[in-house]
């Protein structure tokens, strides 16, 4: 597949990136300046038909993250209320992932500067946290409780006001 | 993928500080935080550096429905809610308290909230200081110290926002609490809700709030009300010398604050003084405000002057006597926001609202509320009314003391001074149970007679909007006078009153009346049922009959029995009507653009139906003629309209009768 550089117009250049497994990705121009990264190389002059490579970043997340920026761009500016709406339900589908990907995107999108979807990820993820016990939070995420008991009952201790729970606060439900 | 699927590996723990820290500040409640300290080693000390702190009471349980609820269960969760709150309380104070002791103490987002929140309007506004749909037991746990310490963490402590509420104690006889307003040169937003506490305020000291962009202050008294030096505190720690980046104030619901002297910061734009029974004095310099709103304020007596030359919208429901009143910017208004005007006044001096309308000459937004009153001796204000040239928008909510069908006629006087609207706005308030017609025996009516013969002209008026619509003479007659006098007009939509609706269901009355269609067509645009459960409508949209837009289609007549039990079944049509057709019953299918089904007993000779498709279209159809021996209409009309009111398609009805023949 031929890198699609050679076109007139700015806006239309795709822009290829390479995941840290090797594969190839094509995204407008811009969707890739949604990522400060990104902008950055392409400022610079580094983005070339070999594509810029994204040493922490492997091909499932970046396919997800590529979705996301091309689907972003292509509706920046002047939305109408529908509009909005629909990128709200997108943004909604796209963040139901398992919490492997859901780590993989704080990552990826962190790294990359993509700011819009680090904060749904991030939301995403106090959104599972919410609300729960400790221990459902271990059990979601896979935490290993690590301290001993006497240390466990003691940092409870210190926060007593937020274990002892009559019923969980309405808010949270 | 589902999400309940469960990590096999611990990966979220790799995450650095800053990305955990992140998280953290996406959590709703302090409560979520704090109990993250115990997943693991590594979550260990992330709750000591937590950026965001938010403790609140949370939602209101109060359920306005739910009368019956057993009084021993109200107590359990009453109970429980109090057990909850006065947990809070000592989470409160031991987080802080181990918060200052350590070291990253900084926090961006404090909030503090005993007030239960709720979706409607948590807090009733029509005492002073309001009550509470909830009952906040804990309104007596809260002591000055505790308060204190929250406030000075604040002022050390708090870079970003701090929201401190405290419940108003309006049942809690004797308690005195005490509060001395924090000082913060970190803090950009600041709301103090302090639960009616004495407060002090501190000599004032340049860069008191020098990062200071939001102010709110509520439920305070002033110690020693109408101590002046209090006052003159509070006005210059909130002028610019104090506040320099300030950009919103509210001050509300304050005892003892009986001069305020702002010297503003020019960075001012919205500035709200609501509920400040004491103010006697006023004195404002703004040059950047925007917005005033002065409300609740009992300011007959008061003196003022204000200086605000940027101003654009205004809200008030009073004002002080214009003999003592310079207002500065009252000329630049553009949005008069509120305005409450009374029908009649006492007295031979207009009301302040009258000379607010003589005065702000540019406006071209103007929301009134008008309250009708009747009493003979008293003076006519609505005539006092100056003509409003320069408003395209106008929006009245009208409310009568007494059902003597007084609102149609007074706002039509009302509407006649402002020729220039092109949006007309009116939410009707009817408080008294009333008789629907003037030739009932025992109505009061002081509808002046032949009122609605006069003609208003509104050349540019294109859309009319309103609710609390009630079908008594003297409403419809300004309908009516609305749909002869504004040729631009193109849509008007006009929503039933909920209660009349109710209690026409109660009494088992049919709600029945006749609007004419002049040059368009009614068509219900929203439904409820009837005391017999059926569809009946609550909302109407009239639309201007679009011109040179006729199609001719095909039209089958067929008969009920036959539409019914057959020609449902196998088309797949859209049921549109199933009510009335003329004065037989009958109904109208949809089959598609080009094609209407009519089913019906046969008497009809000629008929109209507006019918809403599918696709979010009004076609009207107008029947020629037809074969009687045959059932079947021979010729038709559609004109096609475009309009977008079909909500419910299932539901998409036609009023024949209304529609037909105006």
């Known amino acids: ?173 | 993928m589902r999400t309940s699927a469960v990590a096999a590996v611990d990966l979220i723990s790799e995450l650095n500080d800053d990305v955990l820290l992140l998280i953290l500040r996406f959590l709703p409640s302090a409560t979520d935080v704090a109990r993250t300290s115990v997943l693991s080693k590594r979550w260990r000390h992330l709750w000591s550096i937590a950026p965001c702190l938010r403790f609140a009471v949370g939602q209101s349980t109060c359920d306005i429905s739910d009368d019956d609820e057993d009084e021993d269960e109200v107590e359990r969760k009453e109970h429980g809610r109090h057990v909850a709150a006065r947990r809070l309380i000592s989470g409160v104070d031991a987080s802080l308290a181990r918060r200052a002791a350590g070291e990253r103490n900084d926090v961006e987002v404090l909030e503090i909230s005993f007030v239960y929140s709720s979706p409607y309007d948590r807090l009733n506004k029509s005492e002073f200081w309001g009550w509470y749909f909830d009952a906040h037991r804990h309104v007596a746990d809260i002591t000055s110290s505790h308060v204190a310490a929250w406030l000075r963490f604040a002022e050390r402590h708090v870079k970003g926002s701090f929201t401190l509420e405290v419940p108003a104690d309006y049942d809690v006889e004797g308690r005195v609490l005490l509060a001395e307003l924090p000082c913060s040169a970190r803090a950009e937003t600041m709301r103090l809700t302090l639960g009616c506490a004495t407060l002090t305020v501190p000599a004032a000291r340049t860069d008191a709030f020098c990062a200071l962009t939001d102010f709110h202050l509520s439920h305070v008294k002033l110690a020693a009300a109408g101590d002046d030096e209090l006052c003159h505190r509070l006005g210059l720690l909130l002028s610019s010398s104090c506040c320099p980046q300030l950009r919103r104030l509210s001050l509300k619901h304050i005892v003892g604050l009986t001069a305020l002297r702002l010297e503003a910061a020019v960075t001012l734009e919205e500035l709200r003084l609501v509920y400040l029974p004491d103010l006697l004095q006023l004195d404002v310099d703004a040059p950047g405000l925007r917005l005033l709103r002065v409300d609740h304020c009992e300011l007959q007596g008061s003196v003022a002057r204000i200086s605000a030359p940027r101003l654009e919208v205004l809200a008030c429901d009073d004002l002080m006597h214009p003999s003592r009143l310079l207002f500065d910017g009252v000329v630049a208004v553009r949005h008069i926001k509120k305005l409450v005007l009374y029908s009649f006044h006492h007295g031979q001096d207009d009301p302040t609202a009258i000379w607010v309308l003589k005065n702000c000459t540019a406006v071209d937004h103007l929301e009134l509320e008008l309250m009708i009153g009747f009493i003979p001796e008293y003076k006519d204000i609505i005539k006092e009314v100056p003509n409003l040239p320069t408003v395209t928008n106008l929006k009245m909510t009208v409310c009568e003391e007494m059902g003597w069908h007084t609102i149609g006629s007074s706002l039509a006087r009302l509407i006649a001074k402002c020729n220039r609207i092109e949006h007309l706005s009116i939410n009707i308030k009817s408080e008294q149970d009333t008789y629907d017609y003037c030739s009932y025996p025992f109505c009061i009516c002081r509808q002046p007679k032949g009122w609605e013969d006069q003609m208003i002209s509104l050349e540019h008026l294109r859309m009319v909007d309103i609710c609390g619509f009630r079908p008594f003479d003297d409403q419809i007659g300004l309908v009516q006078l609305l749909l002869t006098g504004s040729p631009a007009l193109d849509t008007m939509i006009v929503e039933l009153d909920g209660d009349y609706l109710l209690k026409s269901q109660k009494e088992s009355k049919l709600i029945d009346f006749y609007i004419p269609c002049y040059e368009g067509i009614w068509v219900p645009c929203a439904w409820g049922h009837d005391y017999e459960d059926e569809l009946i409508a609550t909302k109407y949209k009239w639309t201007r009959k679009k011109q040179n837009r006729g199609i001719k289609i095909n039209l089958v007549w067929l008969t009920a029995v036959s539409f019914f039990y057959g020609y449902r079944e196998g088309t797949g049509g859209t049921l549109v009507d199933n009510r009335g057709l003329g004065d037989s019953s009958g109904s109208v299918m949809l089959m598609d653009d080009t094609h209407i089904v009519f089913g019906g007993r046969s008497n009809i000779r000629s008929t109209e139906a507006a019918v809403d498709d599918a696709n979010d279209k009004v076609i009207h159809a107008h029947v020629d003629a037809c074969d009687d021996a045959n059932d079947k209409v021979i010729h038709a009309h559609v004109d096609a309209c475009e309009s977008s009111i079909v909500t419910r398609r299932e539901e998409a009805m036609v009023e024949l009768y209304k529609s037909s023949m105006s």
């Not at chain 1, 094509?26 to 594509?51: F, K, Q, W, Y």
């Not at chain 1, 943004?91 to 990552?107: G, K, P, R």
């Not at chain 1, 904060?119 to 290993?144: C, H, M, S, W, Y």
């Open chain 1, 1 to 173: 597949m031929a890198a699609a550089t050679d076109d007139a117009g700015d806006s239309n250049e795709m822009i290829r990136v390479v995941s840290s497994d090797g594969e190839h990705f094509e995204m407008p121009e811009a969707a890739a300046n949604l990522s400060l990264v990104l902008r950055h190389m392409i400022e610079d002059d580094c983005a070339d038909a070999a594509g810029i490579p994204l040493a922490v970043v492997a091909a499932k997340p970046l396919a997800k993250i590529v979705d996301y920026c091309t689907k972003h761009a292509a509706k920046s500016s002047g939305l109408t209320i529908e509009e909005a709406e629909e990128l709200k339900r997108f943004d909604a589908e796209f963040i139901e992932v398992d919490t492997d990907m859901l780590y993989d995107l704080l990552v990826a999108a962190d790294f990359m500067g993509v700011e819009g979807l680090s904060k749904l990820a991030v939301q995403r993820t106090a959104d599972l946290i919410k609300g729960k016990t400790p221990e459902q939070n271990r059990e979601t995420f896979g935490i290993v409780n690590d301290f001993t008991p006497e240390e466990e009952e003691e940092i409870c201790k210190e926060n007593e006001w937020a274990f002892q729970i009559t019923k969980p606060p309405s808010r949270l439900c």
